[in-house]
């Protein structure tokens, strides 16, 4: 959950300590010369008002980041793109449509649902755009957005969604041990899909305490991908007590942004992080990642002041 930040010195923090501050403000020279120019501007303006509009509607016409939201176009399939779609290679067919599911497309989702079982093991998941697309999805703060993710890659691993399929899996986790973190992410994919979603639950439950830290990483992000409500205590301990902190991070992950976690279940969450707050056993980084896990979850931005989070919850928290 770590995360860079930066921030820019206060005036006050620029300021040399042995700065001597007048008493009373001044106008600058930058500020008396800015003056200048825009009263230079308004006479100008009142006896040639067309230049100034011209500069003016261009000035408009330049979009700025600090803006809201401004649509392109609407988000909708094109009738040209999706006639189109027949005629291209499924690789195409899915590159384009994921793209459009990341950007809220009208359409694109129902198109993917409709396509993905023609696109069985005719797709490359593992490198090119569509890897990249993928690995965006999986990241959207739409869940339809991330299972569309997991479908088109079961579609590009040629893994179909039967019992038969988990079988063959565990088995390979069994005697590969040196692909157990691919296996046992894909296997979250697979329970989230609603293979065998129970038995995979206790797959990743008996591996949480597993004394290899591979293993613990990707048991709890399979944890996170069945995101069943039962998970959640599961994962909690393990971000609470787990020696390793890449492990604990995972967990703190898993709970408040990654995997398929609906809203309401990271909701869940809340009381346990509000008591892990003041937990005397946790070091500054895990406690840090309790903060920003709350954060996350909630949206509330209310730092790492523990009154705060409770005065918060005590108000939102459905009775």
């Known amino acids: 959950m770590s995360q860079e930040q930066s921030q820019e010195p206060s005036q006050e923090q620029s300021a040399s300590q042995g700065e001597i501050r007048p008493e009373t403000p001044t106008i600058g020279k930058s500020r008396l010369v800015f003056l200048v120019i825009v009263l230079a501007l308004t006479l100008f303006a009142a006896v040639n008002p067309a230049p100034i509009k011209a500069a003016w509607a261009e000035f408009e016409r330049i979009i700025l980041l600090k803006s809201s939201p401004l649509p392109a176009s609407p988000a909708k399939l094109s009738g040209h793109e999706t006639e189109s779609l027949?005629?291209?290679?499924?690789?195409?067919?899915?590159?384009?449509?994921?793209?459009?599911?990341?950007?809220?497309?009208?359409?694109?989702?129902?198109?993917?649902?409709?396509?993905?079982?023609?696109?069985?093991?005719?797709?490359?998941?593992?490198?090119?755009?569509?890897?990249?697309?993928?690995?965006?999805?999986i990241n959207a703060n739409d869940l339809r957005v991330r299972a569309a993710s997991l479908e088109i890659t079961l579609a590009g691993y040629n893994l179909h969604k039967s019992p038969e399929t988990v079988d063959e899996l565990l088995v390979r986790l069994q005697d590969e041990p040196q692909h157990r973190a691919w296996l046992l992410w894909i296997l979250g994919v697979l329970g989230n899909r609603g293979v065998e979603t129970a038995r995979l639950e206790t797959v990743f439950l008996d591996r949480i305490h597993d004394p290899d830290e591979?293993?613990?990483?990707?048991?709890?992000?399979?944890?996170?991908?069945?995101?069943?409500?039962?998970?959640?205590?599961?994962?909690?301990?393990?971000?609470?007590?787990?020696?390793?902190?890449?492990?604990?991070?995972?967990?703190?992950?898993?709970?408040?942004?990654?995997?398929?976690?609906?809203?309401?279940?990271?909701?869940?969450?809340?009381?346990?992080?509000?008591?892990?707050?003041?937990?005397?056993?946790?070091?500054?980084?895990?406690?840090?990642?309790?903060?920003?896990?709350?954060?996350?979850?909630?949206?509330?931005?209310?730092?790492?002041?523990?009154?705060?989070?409770?005065?918060?919850?005590?108000?939102?928290?459905?009775?």
């Open 214 to 319: 591979t293993t613990r990483t990707y048991a709890v992000i399979g944890l996170g991908l069945l995101a069943t409500d039962s998970s959640i205590d599961p994962l909690i301990g393990v971000f609470r007590e787990d020696p390793s902190p890449h492990v604990r991070e995972g967990a703190a992950c898993a709970i408040a942004q990654s995997g398929m976690f609906r809203e309401e279940q990271r909701m869940a969450a809340v009381p346990d992080l509000l008591r892990m707050m003041d937990d005397a056993t946790l070091d500054a980084t895990t406690r840090s990642w309790v903060f920003q896990a709350l954060q996350d979850i909630t949206g509330a931005g209310l730092g790492s002041n523990p009154a705060a989070w409770r005065d918060w919850w005590s108000q939102h928290s459905r009775r």
């Open 86 to 137: 027949s005629a291209m290679a499924p690789q195409q067919q899915a590159q384009l449509l994921m793209e459009r599911a990341i950007n809220h497309y009208e359409g694109a989702i129902e198109l993917i649902d409709h396509s993905v079982p023609s696109w069985y093991g005719r797709l490359d998941v593992q490198k090119g755009p569509l890897a990249g697309l993928l690995y965006t999805a």
